[in-house]
C-alpha cells in the first residue's frame, strides 16, 4: 500500500485568511463529550466550534465542526502597581463536566481567569401583564385583566455570559489550569505557585505550592505546567524548568511544599552543554485517561513516566532530534524557548506533539515507531489525503524529503487537541485550525 492509503484523511478544516497577530491561536481544547471544541488566541477571544450531528456516511464522516459561538473573555489590563501591560491573549481553556443543558468553561490570561456559561435559547416569553411588546413598563391603572405569559418559539440564540472572575491570585503569569475530578475545585499555577480555587467562591484562593525562596537571587528552577490527576482529587502534578515532575498528595499536608515523589532522569555529564538545562525544561505534563502514567515535553523529546517508577521515563520519543546540531542558532533566534504541547489520544496508546514546518508528530506506544504528519493549506479541501513527511537527516534522499535546513521555523505547532473517544485531532498552526479525522487504521511509519 502506498502512503496515501496509510494516510489520515481531513474530515473538516477553518482557515483564516488574514494573519494578524491577534489571530494567532494560543489554545485548543475540546469538551468531555467531544461535541464542542474552544480555542483561544492572542487576541482575548475564544471561538466555539459545534459538530453537526449527522449519520456516519458512507465515507466515514460523522460530522462537521461548524461555528457554534464567538465572544471576547479578555481585554487588555495595565497593572499600575507594577507599571506592565497585561496582555489579553487567552493562555488556557478548560471545559467543566456537564451538570445540565447549559456548558460551562474557564479561560484565562497572564492575571485573569473567568468562567462563563454557554447556553441555547430558542423560546422567549410573550405576555407580560406588567410590560408592553417593547418591554416598556405599563400604567397599573390600565390594566382591566390578568393573562398567563407564554413561551414561543424563536430563533435559536446562543449566549455567553461571565459568571466569575477569578482576579488577584496570581503575582506572576499564569500558566496552567486544570479542573479537579470533584467538580468543584481547580487549580490554577504561574511560575512560583499554585492556587486552588473553589468555582463558587472569587474573592480567596489556597495556595498549595509556593517554590518563591525568600532571596530571588536563589532562584533556580520555575514551575511550567501543572495539572490535577484525573480521578483522584488529592492528588496533582507539576513540571518544572529544570526537567523535573513532582506528584503532590493534598492528603498528606495543605501546602504541598514537599512532595510525594519526584521524576527526574539523570542526567549524563559526558553530554552536558551550555543549552542542556534550557532543552530539559518540561513545556507540558498530562495525565493519560487511565492515571497511570504521565507524559510530558521537553524541546527534543517526548516522554512518558509511571507514576510507580521515579526513577527516570519508561518510554523517550525522539521528537525532532535532528535539531541538536541547530540549537545555537535556535538560541539567537529565540526558537529555543517555544513551548511544545503534547497529548494522549482516547486509549493511551498514542501520543502526539508539535514540531516545525507545520509538522507535528504521532508515536504508537506499542511498536514504539513514529509518523511526521503536516499540516498546510493545500490539503485542507474536505476529505483530502494527510500525506506523511519526512526530514532528510542523511543517507538516501527520498522524493518529498524535507532537509534541516528547509525548515520553516516560524511554522510552528504548538497547540493541540485530541477527542476524548474518537480518532479527531484538532491543530493549531498560527492563525489556522485544522481538525482532522483518522477514517482508516494506519500504520505509523519510521
Not at 305 to 328: A, F, I
Request: proline share 3%; net charge negative; hydrophobic share 35%.
Amino acid at each position: 500500500m502506498g502512503e496515501d492509503a496509510e494516510s489520515p484523511k481531513i474530515n473538516h478544516t477553518f482557515l483564516r485568511d488574514y494573519v494578524t497577530e491577534a489571530d494567532v491561536i494560543s489554545t485548543v481544547e475540546f469538551n468531555q463529550t467531544g461535541d464542542l471544541l474552544a480555542t483561544g488566541d492572542k487576541g482575548g477571544r475564544v471561538v466555539i466550534f459545534q459538530r453537526e450531528t449527522e449519520e456516519v456516511g458512507e465515507t466515514g464522516d460523522s460530522g462537521e465542526y461548524n461555528v457554534y459561538s464567538t465572544f471576547q473573555s479578555h481585554e487588555p489590563d495595565f497593572d499600575y502597581l507594577k507599571s506592565l501591560e497585561i496582555e489579553e491573549k487567552i493562555n488556557k481553556i478548560r471545559w467543566l463536566p456537564q451538570q445540565n443543558a447549559a456548558h460551562f468553561l474557564l479561560s484565562t490570561n497572564d492575571k485573569t481567569i473567568k468562567l462563563w456559561k454557554v447556553s441555547e435559547r430558542d423560546k422567549r416569553p410573550e405576555g407580560y401583564n406588567l410590560k408592553d411588546e417593547e418591554g416598556r413598563l405599563k400604567d397599573i391603572a390600565t390594566i382591566t385583566s390578568l393573562q398567563v405569559p407564554v413561551l414561543k418559539p424563536t430563533d435559536l440564540m446562543v449566549e455567553v455570559r461571565p459568571r466569575r472572575v477569578f482576579s488577584n491570585g496570581h503575582t506572576y503569569h499564569v500558566n496552567s489550569i486544570s479542573v479537579n475530578s470533584d467538580g468543584e475545585t481547580y487549580l490554577s499555577a504561574d511560575d512560583l505557585r499554585i492556587n486552588m480555587w473553589h468555582l463558587g467562591i472569587t474573592d480567596r484562593s489556597f495556595n498549595i505550592v509556593d517554590i518563591k525562596p525568600a532571596n530571588m537571587e536563589d532562584l533556580t528552577e520555575v514551575i511550567t505546567s501543572a495539572e490535577f490527576h484525573p480521578h483522584h482529587c488529592h492528588l496533582f502534578v507539576y513540571s518544572s524548568s529544570k526537567g523535573t515532575l513532582r506528584l503532590c498528595d493534598m492528603r498528606a499536608s495543605a501546602l504541598c511544599d514537599k512532595h510525594t515523589k519526584q521524576f527526574e532522569e539523570p542526567e549524563d555529564p559526558g553530554s552536558r552543554s551550555f543549552f542542556s538545562e534550557i532543552i530539559s525544561s518540561v513545556s507540558d505534563v498530562k495525565f493519560s485517561h487511565s492515571g497511570r502514567y504521565l507524559l510530558t515535553r521537553d524541546y527534543l523529546t517526548a516522554k512518558v513516566w509511571d507514576l510507580n517508577m521515579d526513577k527516570g521515563p519508561v518510554e523517550t520519543y525522539q521528537v525532532h532530534e535532528y535539531l541538536r546540531s541547530k540549537l545555537c542558532s535556535l538560541y539567537e533566534n529565540d526558537c529555543i524557548f517555544d513551548k511544545f504541547e503534547c497529548v494522549w489520544n482516547c486509549s493511551d496508546s498514542v501520543i502526539m506533539t508539535g514540531a516545525y514546518n507545520s509538522f507535528f508528530r504521532m508515536f504508537d506506544r506499542e511498536t514504539g515507531r513514529g509518523v511526521t504528519l503536516e499540516a498546510w493549506r493545500e490539503s485542507s479541501k474536505p476529505r483530502a489525503v494527510l500525506r506523511t513527511r519526512r526530514v532528510y537527516t542523511g543517507g538516501k534522499r527520498r522524493r518529498g524529503d524535507v532537509g534541516v535546513d528547509s525548515l520553516d521555523f516560524t511554522k510552528k505547532i504548538l497547540h493541540m487537541a485530541w477527542h476524548p473517544s474518537e480518532n479527531i485531532i484538532a491543530i493549531a498552526a498560527t492563525n489556522n485550525l485544522y481538525i482532522f479525522q483518522d477514517r482508516v487504521n494506519p500504520e505509523t511509519q519510521a
